[in-house]
């Protein structure tokens, strides 16, 4: 088995004006295949490639050191990806704010979703270089938020990810340039609402 690029569930174009399609088809057709091509070369012909990405990220200190930092940053780009192109939507579809159980941990755990807005927009402007903002369920299944840097996945904190944004140049600089602030406020209106509920529940009901 060989790891392989998922099927975005929209065109690249479907996220403007907030995301471009020119952005979107390179984000996906270069970078994200090189994070899974450079993957499958790192694995190849022994038992990981045989793996979901996910579960050898959950068990990162199984992996040979001889692969381990390859593992980390292309099998990290691969999971962290296949999760952004999850949560995102076409603005029409989405909906200002989440409903029900999420809405309510949210409210329980940050005062507000408008105080939850501010402190994942916070984390995401200020982290240094290259990385991600996240939304995580921790070990006590209680919501965190976190950023990590370059491919490093929650995951391999035993930390599971249910929103995230991708704060890489790339990720934005064709439309955005140096004004990554301006491309988080953009993020916040094509989030599938609906895809982080479903995960929140599904760590919820293991």
């Not at 140096?178 to 009901?205: G, H």
Request: glycine share 4%; proline share 4%.
């Amino acid at each position: 088995m060989s790891f392989t690029l998922p099927k975005l569930p929209y065109e690249y174009d479907s996220l403007e004006p907030f995301i471009d399609a020119r952005t979107m088809q390179i984000h996906y057709e270069k970078h994200h295949q090189t994070y899974v091509d450079k993957l499958n070369a790192a694995v190849k012909g022994i038992k990981f490639e045989n793996m979901e990405i996910n579960e050898i990220l959950k068990n990162i200190d199984d992996v040979p050191s001889s692969i381990k930092t390859a593992v980390i940053n292309h099998g990290g780009g691969h999971s962290n990806h296949s999760l952004f192109w999850q949560i995102l939507i076409p603005a029409a579809e989405t909906q200002e704010k989440p409903e029900g159980i999420i809405l309510e941990a949210i409210e329980n755990h940050f005062e507000s979703f408008e105080k939850f807005k501010e402190q994942f927009t916070n984390a995401a402007i200020n982290r240094f270089g290259s990385g991600w903002a996240w939304l995580v369920v921790n070990q006590d299944l209680e919501l965190e938020i976190i950023s990590t840097a370059n491919q490093d996945s929650p995951l391999m904190d035993n930390k599971t990810p249910i929103l995230c944004l991708d704060i890489w140049e790339h990720a934005y600089y064709l439309k955005y340039q140096n004004k990554r602030a301006d491309y988080i406020s953009a993020w916040w209106n094509i989030i599938s609402w609906k895809k982080v509920s479903e995960l929140f529940d599904e760590v919820n009901n293991k």
